[in-house]
């Protein structure tokens, strides 16, 4: 079991350009989040899924896609980045049990854009 | 808005002595309560989790007091090691919500040795 893998570890865009984030889960979990980590700010939600072909917005989506059309991957995709989104971002995902959802969370991508 | 709140920003403790984190939280309706623990250049994961109809749970050396009236809960961690130094963040969610978690801003531990 890997876990949660993401790709790239870290990466360096210019302003404009755009990417995507590679997320992909292999404890076959219904749910998985897209979070940024900036430095005393804790984890925002960016997106979430709860399932293949269901997505929904979660604090700070703005700037940011995603798509879900297979239970393990879980791609979040930034169009005209901007210094703004300069942070780390981490995917996670869970499952539900005894009415609690444990997340686990990727290493992380360390994207700085100029 | 931020719904859940937590202090202090970063923390500095000797070997042996008791860390404690605290959290405050405005949305009446949350009902689970999980610590996140964070080592430098990882992804945080799960150390322990309260829900509201206990007041206090402990796993080994660390410990969640929970305080429904207040709407606040910490994080106790008893003789605390050098290893324990990381990023602790706590978080809230409803059972409305689903599986979406509310974090708040971190505190960085540092264990002296």
């Known amino acids: 079991n890997a876990g949660v893998t993401q790709t790239p570890k870290f990466r360096i865009l210019k302003i404009g350009q755009s990417m995507t984030l590679q997320c992909t889960q292999d404890?076959?979990?219904?749910?998985m989040y897209w979070y940024r980590q900036d430095p005393g700010m804790g984890l925002k939600l960016i997106y979430y899924?709860?399932?293949?072909?269901?997505?929904d917005k979660g604090e700070v989506p703005n700037g940011y896609n995603v798509s879900r059309s297979t239970t393990e991957d879980f791609p979040l995709r930034l169009e005209l980045a901007a210094p703004s989104q300069t942070s780390v971002y981490f995917c996670?995902?869970?499952?539900?049990?005894?009415?609690?959802?444990?997340?686990?969370f990727g290493p992380g991508t360390r994207l700085t854009v100029t | 808005q931020q719904q859940v709140k937590q202090s202090p920003q970063s923390l500095i403790v000797q070997k042996g002595g008791i860390s404690i984190i605290n959290c405050a939280y405005e949305?009446?309706?949350?009902?689970?309560f999980p610590w996140y623990q964070q080592f430098p250049g990882k992804g945080p994961a799960l150390l322990i989790a309260?829900?509201?109809?206990?007041s206090e749970k402990k796993e080994g050396r660390f410990t969640i007091s929970f305080n429904k009236s207040a709407k606040q809960f910490s994080l106790h961690i008893m003789d605390s090691q050098p290893g324990d130094s990381a990023t602790y963040f706590c978080?809230?969610?409803?059972?409305?919500?689903?599986?979406?978690?509310?974090f708040g801003e971190g505190t960085q531990l540092t264990v002296n040795p």
């Open positions: 996670a995902s869970s499952y539900r049990q005894g009415g609690s959802y444990e997340q686990y």
């Open positions: 899924s709860v399932g293949a072909g269901i997505t």
């Open positions: 404890m076959n979990h219904n749910y």
């Open positions: 949305n009446t309706a949350f009902d689970y």
């Open positions: 978080a809230a969610s409803e059972e409305t919500s689903g599986s979406r978690l509310t």
């Open positions: 309260i829900r509201p109809d206990v």
